[in-house]
């Protein structure tokens, strides 16, 4: 509906497992983000691509890894994460990076880390 | 660094009544952005201020940015069941920065 979809919707996973989180838009976007939203929390800016370069983090832990293939996919690699990285994922993406651009988020991974 | 404060954190209205959330930043504010979620949902985009005193309206909400765009609200006339989710001001100065949310909950 949004024009950006995520997979999956939903992961349970071990703190010892590596998984992946994937993000596509469809909207002709130059910019794609990493957001994480916790309970009770702001949502909170992990990762920004513009033009598949990397322009800004967010002193993410490591155990987050970002991966911009082209300008349409965004990808959340992930490994031994801890129960407090338990969250909804959000991609988001828009025309440019700039001030004044629209997001347009997808709907979300949530995680639940064993 | 730059902070957007918004409250109150939650609402509860019988329907039919009014209500507003605010948004207050410590610096000024290049503009300001407005997104609901719904419960289960993604943050959806609604609308943006640029300008000083600007004030735009979408059907029975009625947004507002200050004179000096250092604060914004969100306004709902006559409150509908289907008005329920989080309302997110967010500033976007080279990255967009989120406040808190507001959770609105409508009783029937």
């Known amino acids: 509906e949004t024009g950006v979809t995520q997979t999956p919707r939903h992961l349970v996973m071990g703190m010892t497992n590596k998984k992946s989180l994937k993000c596509e838009q469809h909207?002709?976007?130059?910019?794609m983000y990493w957001y994480k939203q916790s309970a009770k929390k702001p949502l909170e800016l992990m990762f920004v691509y513009s033009l598949e370069e990397r322009v800004e983090n967010n002193s993410v832990p490591s155990r987050f890894s970002p991966e911009c293939p082209n300008s349409s996919h965004l990808f959340l690699h992930l490994h031994t994460l801890q129960p407090e990285d338990s969250a909804l994922y959000l991609c988001a993406s828009s025309q440019d990076n700039r001030g004044t651009d629209t997001q347009y988020f997808g709907p979300g991974t949530r995680l639940t880390v064993l | 660094g730059q902070q957007v404060m918004q409250i109150p954190q939650y609402q509860h209205v019988q329907e039919g009544e009014d209500f507003t959330t605010y948004c207050n930043s410590s610096?000024?504010?290049?503009?300001i952005q407005w997104y609901k979620q719904r419960p289960g949902g993604h943050p959806v985009f609604l609308i943006q201020?640029?300008?000083?005193?600007e004030v735009k309206k979408q059907k029975r909400l009625t947004f507002q940015f200050g004179e000096a765009k250092k604060n914004s609200s969100l306004h709902i006339t006559a409150t509908q069941t289907t008005d329920v989710g989080t309302y997110f001001c967010?500033?976007?100065?080279?990255?967009?920065?989120f406040g808190q949310g507001t959770t609105l909950q409508v009783k029937p």
């Open positions: 610096t000024t504010l290049s503009n």
């Open positions: 201020l640029v300008k000083s005193g």
């Open positions: 967010a500033s976007n100065t080279g990255k967009l920065i």
């Open positions: 909207l002709g976007h130059n910019a």
